[in-house]
């Protein structure tokens, strides 16, 4: 009897190893910041990513002879630069198959100069600054619309719906933040608006007392904050209690539902601000993707979730398209890709952006975000 048992687990373990020696295992590396100030970002993003994977892995793909089980490898990026550059390497050591990410274009510009000399294809779900895309590498991607098109609809709508006329203007200094600030200032000016004047802080930063205190003397009708909403959040509070009545402008760094409990308060039609795509009530899988991701996460999306979700959907289908895990294979496939997602039709132009970005400008109402306008 015990070598009775003794056998049947052999031979299971056996069909075990025989089964899973049939496998192959495709990583795919994720990188946002899951600490600190961004980390309800990072893990919205990580949050989308395991999503996709499941949704990968139910498909039973056969890649390279082989079933494919697909893994996602989390790495933590700090939304720092220099940290950034070490897990891209790290990730290119590791030979993952693809990555998706980072969050923020300053840590997704270096990064992708990385992954591009070790030969693996990124998409990025959220990185907005134009550079991302524009230095020529060929093997980089992004799933949202970019600042050229976030800055010049939240001027065009700051002229022509809010008339706003005297503009202060205050950016962070990142690679997201200040870029989206000099395109917005300059296409009110194009327009014939006011920027009044312009203030810089960082994106650590928690008292913008000084600043805002000479920014009320001047009496605004619009203060623009290119920057994320761990800094949005605070801004607005202390606009409140200094008595500055100008609404605050931004793009998607704080477009989130976590401004609200940064704000901590009320923020209603005070806050304007874009995001780089459609509301989820305005998505092709909006509905169905929110009520699933609540179900499982138990916690409802901030922004990204969803673009990250295509972006690891849309690199698995390149991947199952080319029957391989090797990029420089499945590379082709994805300049190629015409994939209906949650978010929309994805598709890239001969530098990587959506063929067919959209951005909606949004306001706030006691139960969060209210789209205002979309733009096409």
């Known amino acids: 009897m015990v070598i009775f048992r003794f056998l049947s687990i052999l031979f299971l373990s056996l069909m075990f190893a025989v089964i899973h ?28 990513a395991m999503l996709a994977i499941d949704d990968l892995n139910a498909q039973k793909i056969y890649l390279d002879g082989f079933r494919a089980r697909f893994e996602l490898v989390s790495e933590d990026d700090e939304a720092n630069p220099k940290t950034g550059a070490i897990v891209a390497q790290k ?37 907005t600054n134009p550079k991302v ?20 609809a939240l001027a065009n709508y700051a002229f022509n719906n809010l008339k706003a006329n005297r503009i202060v203007v205050i950016d962070d200094r990142t ?10 200032a300059k296409q009110v000016k194009q327009l014939g608006g006011r920027i009044l004047e312009r203030h810089y802080t960082n994106d650590r930063a928690t008292d913008f007392s000084s600043i805002l205190t000479a920014v009320k003397r001047l009496n605004p009708d619009l ?18 209690q200094l008595g500055l ?27 304007i601000c874009a995001e780089g795509g459609m509301s989820l009530s305005n998505m092709p899988g909006g509905l169905a993707f929110e009520e699933r991701f609540r179900k499982k996460f138990d916690t409802p999306i901030q922004v990204y979730a969803p673009y990250v979700y295509d972006a690891v ?29 949650v978010t929309g039709q994805i598709s890239f132009n001969e530098v990587g952006d959506l063929k067919f970005g959209a951005v909606t400008i949004n306001t706030y109402n ?5 789209p205002l306008k979309v733009i096409r």
């Open 245 to 271: 009545r100008a609404k605050l402008m931004g793009g998607d760094g704080i477009c989130t539902l976590e401004l609200m409990k940064l704000a901590k308060g009320n923020i209603g039609s005070n806050v």
């Open 21 to 48: 020696a049939q496998e192959v295992v495709v990583q795919i590396g994720h990188v946002a910041p899951l600490s600190g100030p961004q980390a309800h970002y990072g893990k919205d993003n990580e949050s989308g």
């Open 313 to 341: 959907m849309t690199m698995g289908l390149a991947m199952k398209k080319a029957g391989s895990t090797m990029p420089e294979k499945y590379l082709t496939e994805l300049k190629q890709i015409d994939y209906e997602g």
């Open 223 to 240: 203060v623009f904050y290119g920057g994320m909403d761990a800094q949005a959040g605070p801004m607005l509070r202390q606009m409140r």
């Open 175 to 184: 690679g997201y933040g200040q870029p989206l600030a000099d395109i917005f």
């Open 91 to 127: 990730l290119c050591d590791l030979n993952m198959h693809g990555v998706v990410g980072h969050l923020n274009s300053g840590t997704t510009i270096p990064a992708s100069r990385i992954y591009n000399q070790c030969g693996i294809p990124l998409i990025t779900p959220s990185a």
């Open 133 to 152: 895309t524009l230095q020529g590498f060929g093997s980089t991607f992004r799933v949202i619309a970019h600042d050229g098109m976030l800055g010049q």
């Open 366 to 370: 006691e139960s969060g975000k209210q």
